[in-house]
T-cell receptor
Framework: KAGVTQTPRYLIKTRGQQVTLSCSPISGHRSVSWYQQTPGQGLQFLFEYFSETQRNKGNFPGRFSGRQFSNSRSEMNVSTLELGDSALYLC???????????????FGEGSRLTVL | GQQLNQSPQSMFIQEGEDVSMNCTSSSIFNTWLWYKQDPGEGPVLLIALYKAGELTSNGRLTAQFGITRKDSFLNISASIPSDVGIYFCAGQLPSGGSNYKLTFGKGTLLTVNP
């Protein structure tokens, strides 16, 4: 069974630009979560999508957005990039269902974003 | 927001030694997960715990869900060089409302000297 796939793995942008990251979850998983990882803040929750709906959101500014498609694939977008947005962005999929059931998150390898 | 205190922040041990790390919280969690992350990779799930007092093993790894539901422990026995990495604990708040996210500890950096 293929794991969570994230693209691109690495990218470099300049301040003010925008970026879109893509995530394909494990087959059959309908929940996709996004996390930002930095050395200083650790793993911070961005948002979770289930059935094309954002189900929960972390404490990030509106420049961070996401969406989920009918095939459960997800994208996140960061607009007007700032230097502080440099981070590893991790996508995780889960078998969580319509009614909240505790379940493990399976992470992709991440997209390493560098903002210059 | 919720915070997890993970300790120690780093460990430097000799191959063959046992390792212990833990996470504590002021909040009650109904799920504890332990992950390992290698450089440049995403976290990999090691052990999942769902019941207070639960003790679960995965090879040389053993984790426990604290009785108070506010802490969890991970032990690694007979460490080997490939155990090197960052270990994260993650807690899930009791369901209800929109508590779908995991809260992560800051990680424990483990270095194993051959």
């Amino acid at each position: 069974k293929a794991g969570v796939t994230q693209t691109p793995r690495y990218l470099i942008k300049t301040r003010g630009q925008q970026v879109t990251l893509s995530c394909s979850p494990i087959s059959g998983h309908r929940s996709v979560s996004w996390y930002q990882q930095t050395p200083g803040q650790g793993l911070q929750f961005l948002f979770e999508y289930f059935s094309e709906t954002q189900r929960n959101k972390g404490n990030f500014p509106g420049r961070f957005s996401g969406r989920q498609f009918s095939n459960s694939r997800s994208e996140m977008n960061v607009s007007t990039l700032e230097l502080g947005d440099s981070a590893l962005y991790l996508c995780a999929s889960s078998q969580r269902g319509i009614y909240w059931v505790t379940g493990e998150l399976f992470f992709g390898e991440g997209s390493r974003l560098t903002v210059l | 927001g919720q915070q997890l205190n993970q300790s120690p922040q780093s460990m430097f041990i000799q191959e063959g030694e046992d390792v212990s790390m833990n996470c504590t919280s002021s909040s009650i969690f109904n799920t504890w997960l332990w992950y390992k992350q290698d450089p440049g990779e995403g976290p990999v799930l090691l052990i999942a715990l769902y019941k207070a007092g639960e003790l679960t093993s995965n090879g040389r790894l053993t984790a426990q869900f604290g009785i108070t539901r506010k802490d969890s422990f991970l032990n690694i026995s007979a460490s080997i060089p490939s155990d090197v990495g960052i270990y994260f604990c993650a807690g899930q708040l009791p369901s209800g409302g929109s508590n779908y996210k995991l809260t992560f500890g800051k990680g424990t950096l483990l270095t194993v000297n051959p």
